[in-house]
């Protein structure tokens, strides 16, 4: 190939080259990935205004209760909301009890997997879901970006 042409291709090459975005949106299991964190980032941030009950606050006659219309995942040990722990547990990570995270959640749920399965069925389903969607948005975003990848 020629000085020439190696120029020219350099110069070509670029804007033949489809922009990123369109990239991601040829992947549609990277694009619901994306979504489904960025989900996760808008229950995080409006934790306050969507979750239905004090993370924190301990209903002692409500202690391990089913799933139904009053807790629509049902309670913990100590009688709070998990729908609201759970709203509340997107934004931490590694915190210190009573404040929500889905790790502190899962493992003080382990205790109670026989009577209230509930308790570690949702932190733990959280977690898996957003562990998942991170490693798909991760691969997508590898592969929109490597150019031996095409």
Do not use: C
């Not at 070509?12 to 619901?32: E, F, I, K, S």
């Not at 509340?88 to 997997?113: C, F, I, T, V």
Request: glycine share 6%.
């Amino acid at each position: 190939m020629s000085d020439a042409a190696a120029v020219t291709d350099a110069i070509v090459a670029p804007t033949r080259r489809p922009h990123l975005v369109r990239r991601v949106l040829r992947r549609p299991v990277a694009l619901t990935a994306t979504l489904v964190v960025v989900a996760f980032v808008v229950i995080a941030l409006g934790a306050p205004y969507w979750a239905p009950y004090d993370p924190i606050k301990t209903d002692y006659r409500a202690i391990r209760k089913a799933p139904s219309a009053v807790h629509l995942l049902g309670t913990d040990e100590v009688g709070r909301d998990v729908l609201s722990r759970l709203i509340w547990g997107a934004r931490a990570a590694r915190q210190q009890a009573p404040a929500p995270s889905w790790g502190s959640m899962l493992n003080a749920a382990q205790r109670y997997l026989s009577q209230a399965p509930w308790i570690a069925l949702y932190p733990g389903l959280m977690i898996f879901i957003v562990v998942m969607a991170l490693n798909v948005v991760g691969d997508g975003l590898r592969d929109a970006l490597d150019p031996r990848v095409r």
